[in-house]
């Protein structure tokens, strides 16, 4: 027996929200999981390299200082923000831009035709919207950052 294709865009209560929501997951687990980690995977690990190599890096500059010296906020902020610190900042903000994208390509092919979309129709949107989110980010981005250093004063 073929599963019913769920239509999206119906107004909702909240238990229907949820329970389309795990019906949802349950059909389309499998092309959905597929197609994200083939698109977004290589920007995960490539995020994942990118904090460790960071991650280590402050490890050995906190085991380096000794509890009664007197340290030196220039030196200790250039050990902090390094070129490495800047490409996780990158790289975190591609990681979100290809994963939401690569999500909603998907949810926009399931809503517009009457199947599954296969791993290369959703690569096709992804492509295509790819670039817009990106460049909706970067605005959103740059206030979370000044809203960060405007919570320290």
């Known amino acids: ?17 949820i329970s389309d929501t795990f019906q949802f997951i349950r059909q389309e687990f499998k092309p959905l999981a597929s197609a994200f980690a ?11 390299i990118t904090v460790g ?3 280590t890096n402050m490890f ?25 610190y800047f490409m996780v900042v990158i790289f975190s903000l591609l990681n979100i831009v290809v994963m939401r994208t690569a999500i909603a ?17 959703v690569w096709k949107e992804f492509l295509r919207q ?15 950052i000044i809203s960060f250093v405007f919570c320290f004063f």
């Open 1 to 17: 027996m073929a599963q019913q294709k769920i239509q999206l865009r119906l107004t909702r209560d909240f238990g229907q929200n």
């Open 38 to 48: 083939l698109i977004a995977g290589i920007f995960i690990l490539a995020h994942s």
């Open 53 to 55: 190599f960071f991650q």
């Open 60 to 84: 050995a500059i906190l085991n380096s200082f000794e509890p009664c010296n007197n340290y030196d906020n220039a030196d200790f902020l250039a050990s902090v923000f390094t070129p490495t």
């Open 105 to 121: 390509a998907y949810m926009k092919l399931y809503d517009e035709n009457e199947e599954s979309p296969t791993v290369p129709m």
């Open 130 to 144: 790819v670039p817009k989110t990106f460049l909706y980010h970067i605005p959103a981005f740059i206030i979370i």
